[in-house]
């Protein structure tokens, strides 16, 4: 490689000419404005020095000082290993210096990933601070990062207060960290994780699944309207196959259908049946290949929504995180995680207390009814927004026939009534009224909604 000074030989109208680094690497050739610009009379180009006639010669010469500083700053660390051509070329614009993990990820991660990947890569380096007893001001290099000696001893330091599976996760995020910076041509080498790095994961535990019965239970110990938030908010889920904090979150980008798939939809002739559907992907594998959710909304579920809003409506009023969208709840960025955990911590907290299990486990309780009922795999993973996961199934079975998507659709409403759904919803609303009675704000709101709440109620025969 050689860094060299040149005139860009274009003259603005003061007679000036750009002053550039032009860089040459192979057959790779770049010019860098250095920000300098100067009347080419007054420059000597054998030595890029302004002459003594300019009458700006002193401060011309001291920033052409720091130029040539510069470049060979910029061609040891290249000479060295400690710099690639791209952080050459990056460090001589005046951008940041990625030579820490640090700054890569406050930069480059931070303006290329989602605010969750940032916020969890970000966490990852402080665990990897916090058990190495490197302080959080110190910032740490790209060679200590990889080197198998700071991770073995990473390791071992972990290991005395974390599980193998939370190193194990550490182990993923530091290598994808690595990776990233050495597809982006940031660092040298492809980082390859050491086997005997990773630990044996202590044996899984049982998976938690709860019955209408313990919802029952959970119900009757409700005795606040954020209780009855939280209990609501875990039914939804569950009556939603499963879905997610994120996903309840993301229904107001989800689609609405009802006779209206256009003619180029493979769901067509399925689902033109004077139903209403829901068209959603799943947050977490929006980006990969497992298939949309087709949730047929019956009754059941707008009514749990409006249950759901008219709590809001008292806890949350004009804090502007409702939906307009009658079959959605909240209408707030997702991405900014920061907000989205402080509103969902409260409830998580609630759903623990009050039910004794996370929200986590309504997806595994909606598998595992499903699983009760002798739903076949394909059919399960249908409901949930699995891609297919054997060969066969991939290339071979079309998963959009009017026989196989009657059956997900029978599964689902089997799988709601086996739950007794509709009459937990009820046993909900009743309990929230209960509780409600002689809250002013409370009853201005379900004042409104009361009927149309009592039109679901004789619809769906609860009483």
């Keep these: 490689m050689t860094i060299t000074l040149s005139f860009k030989n274009k003259l603005d109208r003061y007679n000036r000419d750009t002053i ?96 969750y990947t940032y916020t969890d890569y970000k966490n ?72 005997n790095l990773r630990v044996q994961g202590r044996p899984s535990k049982s998976i938690q699944t709860i019955t209408p019965e313990e919802f029952e239970i959970a119900i009757e110990k409700c005795n606040s309207i954020y209780d009855a938030q939280a209990l609501a908010l875990y039914l939804l889920m569950f009556g939603l196959r499963g879905m997610y904090a994120s996903d309840i979150t993301a229904l107001k980008d989800a689609e609405y259908k009802c006779n ?13 049946d004077g139903n209403q559907y829901l068209v959603h ?26 249950l759901l809003k008219n709590l809001f409506k008292i806890t949350h009023k004009d804090r502007g995180v409702l939906s307009k969208n009658k079959l959605a709840l909240f209408d707030y960025n997702l991405q900014d995680a920061t907000f989205h955990k402080n509103l969902w911590d409260v409830y998580q907290k609630r759903i623990k207390r009050t039910l004794g299990f996370s929200f986590q486990t309504a997806r595994k309780t909606y598998n595992t009814y499903a699983t009760e009922l002798e739903v076949s795999n394909t059919v399960r993973d249908i409901l949930l927004g699995h891609a297919p996961k054997s060969i066969n199934e991939k290339h071979y079975v079309n998963r959009n026939t009017i026989k196989l998507s009657k059956k997900v659709q029978d599964a689902h409403t089997e799988i709601l009534e086996d739950f007794r759904f509709d009459d ?15 809250n002013k704000e409370a009853d201005k709101v379900f004042k409104i909604a009361l009927k149309e709440i009592n039109k679901r109620i004789d619809k769906l025969k609860l009483k």
């Design 20 to 115: 550039r680094y032009y860089v040459v690497h192979s057959n790779q050739r770049k010019w860098i404005n250095t920000g300098m610009k100067i009347e080419p009379k007054y420059m000597d180009t054998r030595a890029w020095r302004v002459k003594v006639s300019s009458p700006n010669q002193e401060e011309y010469n001291i920033a052409l000082i720091d130029a040539k500083e510069k470049i060979n700053k910029a061609l040891t660390k290249f000479e060295t290993k400690q710099f690639t051509y791209n952080q050459v070329v990056s460090y001589l614009k005046g951008e940041i210096d990625y030579g820490s993990v640090d700054k890569y990820i406050e930069t480059v991660i931070k303006n290329s990933r989602s605010e």
């Design 124 to 195: 990852t380096l402080s665990a990897f601070k916090k058990h190495l007893g490197i302080s959080k001001e110190t910032e740490v290099t790209f060679t200590e990062f990889s080197s198998f000696e700071t991770l073995d001893r990473f390791k071992r330091q972990a290991l005395k207060t974390i599980a193998p599976t939370s190193l194990n996760s550490y182990w993923n995020k530091i290598r994808a960290i690595l990776n990233d910076a050495y597809d982006k041509g940031y660092i040298f080498e492809k980082f390859t994780l050491k086997k």
């Design 260 to 272: 209206d798939f256009n003619t180029k939809d493979p769901y067509l002739n399925i689902f033109n």
């Design 281 to 306: 992907r799943r947050v977490k594998t929006k980006n990969s290949s497992n298939d949309d959710l087709i949730i047929r909304i019956d009754d059941n579920i707008p009514f749990l929504i409006d």
């Design 424 to 438: 937990l919803s009820y046993q909900l609303y009743l309990m929230m009224v209960k509780f409600l009675v002689g």
